[in-house]
């Protein structure tokens, strides 16, 4: 095996020079990219306020404004020399008139003759982002949220809640700088409400009758925002009606005998609309119909007592009273209550016997001549006559008189003059037999045996 020789002296030093001249030419090459990496380049002045580090944060929000978005600081704040190089130095000054400075380039709302309290006051940044914002129109909130930093929000805190109130919609009703209507209103009610209730526009445009207070303005009624009662109601029902109908109030509570629609369900709603209808007192039916949607069955009274299924009793009886050939019920009852029997508008027996009385037949005397019972004999008066004897006055003018009900049903029957087929007596209906003929007629009831009359020749009962 051969072993390499060693270096000579003249060879050591040549690899000694070569190495230094590396050692060199590295060295420079790494000080060249030190001195490179470490050079300060010249100040270069920001080319706008938002593309700085100062503002860069503006331009994140969803909504800006235009000056902010296109970078024209200037057109609100002004020229500052030398905020861009030194901002702590140099500050712009706070301004002061913000509503003059937006009218600059905004219209301005103060021809009418009601103003936002943030517009006519010039603050326009009450309620707007003079830069940008997560929120249309840069608002600082959102929908009702903004408005509720002024306004109170407990006017939403009712039960039933008015829906554009419910849903923050405040806009929907309110104009937020300047109105020609108060509170700051769109239009002036019952328009502004129109403006969503097209169906109530539609039925009060074609309605022959309209409740005065929903032609003028439903909040006489209605509360915008909210209520505990329901459709945001100013009052519970029949106490809301009352507001108006004082006199109505009283003679209901006054009323010994008060209808029982008022006293239950809606109230006064069970026959009248509130809004506007076709029909005579705003009533939901006619007269007649209305009422035999209750009575189309017995119905029992506060004080025990059973009507009678009105409706079919109506319907199998086919000789019926005035009022009802008429369909008005209100001929005879009050359909609110009265002081008298059944609710009657004026005095009438309510029992088989009654003691004559022009003040408990004063109802019937409203139709019916007073002298047919205040005569003895007569030839004309009254067919009810025995020859000249007034039949009526014989069975009315008596101490222990027979009232009109003993004999006569007051809504209707299957014979002439609506006779009853059978008079109540207590827990016994016993029957009139009635038989009528060319010149009068006779019956058997249980009071007497077999009457006879006869209108041309008195017949001489036994």
Not at 82 to 95: A, D, S, V
Not at 142 to 161: K, P
Not at 330 to 359: A, V
């Amino acid at each position: 095996m051969n072993i390499p020789n060693r270096l000579s002296d003249e060879d050591k030093n040549k690899n000694i020079i070569i190495l230094f001249l590396v050692i060199i030419l590295l060295k420079s090459t790494f000080l060249s990219k030190t001195v490179y990496s470490q050079e300060v380049r010249p100040p270069v002045e920001a080319s706008s306020c938002t593309a700085s580090n100062c503002h860069s944060d503006l331009m994140q929000n969803t909504f800006l404004h235009d000056p902010a978005k296109e970078n024209e600081c200037s057109t609100c704040h002004g020229e500052l020399s030398g905020h861009n190089q030194n901002p702590g130095e140099f500050k712009f000054k706070e301004i002061d008139e913000t509503g003059e400075l937006c009218y600059s380039c905004h219209d301005s709302f103060e021809d009418r003759s009601f103003i936002h309290s943030p517009v006519e006051a010039g603050e326009c940044t009450a309620c707007h982002s003079p830069h940008g914002s997560p929120n249309k129109y840069q608002l600082l909130e959102q929908a009702s949220d903004l408005c509720y930093i002024c306004h109170d929000q407990d006017i939403t805190s009712g039960r039933f809640v008015h829906g554009p109130a419910g849903a923050g919609g405040c806009l929907a009703c309110h104009d937020p700088h300047s109105s020609d209507f108060a509170k700051n209103l769109r239009d002036k009610p019952p328009e502004l409400c129109f403006m969503c209730h097209t169906n109530k526009k539609s039925e009060l445009e074609k309605a022959k009758i309209i409740h005065k207070p929903a032609a003028e303005n439903c909040v006489n009624c209605h509360n915008p925002h909210s209520n505990k009662y329901k459709y945001m109601l100013n009052e519970k029902v029949p106490l809301l009606c009352y507001g108006c109908h004082k006199k109505k109030q009283e003679n209901v509570q006054k009323a010994a005998t008060k209808h029982g629609a008022i006293m239950v369900g809606k109230s006064c709603l069970n026959c009248h609309e509130a809004h506007a209808s076709d029909i005579a007192n705003r009533l939901s039916k006619a007269p007649m119909d209305l009422c035999l949607d209750c009575h189309n069955k017995p119905v029992k009274t506060d004080a025990g007592t059973v009507l009678v299924n009105m409706k079919e009793l109506l319907a199998n009886n086919r000789d019926h009273h005035g009022p009802i050939k008429r369909k008005d019920c209100s001929g005879c009852h009050n359909p609110h209550g009265s002081d008298e029997f059944r609710m009657l508008k004026e005095g009438y027996p309510s029992t088989f016997y009654m003691s004559f009385n022009k003040g408990n037949y004063k109802l019937c005397f409203k139709c019916h001549l007073k002298s047919i019972v205040q005569t003895p004999t007569t030839a004309e008066l009254t067919n009810f006559r025995n020859g000249k004897i007034n039949l009526h006055f014989k069975h009315v003018r008596q101490e222990k008189g027979r009232t009109c009900r003993a004999c006569h049903e007051t809504h209707a029957s299957n014979f002439p003059k609506h006779i009853r087929e059978k008079v109540p007596f207590g827990s016994w209906e016993f029957p009139l037999n009635y038989i009528k003929t060319d010149t009068g007629g006779s019956c058997a009831p249980g009071c007497h045996k077999i009457k006879i009359y006869d209108r041309d020749e008195e017949f001489i009962n036994q």
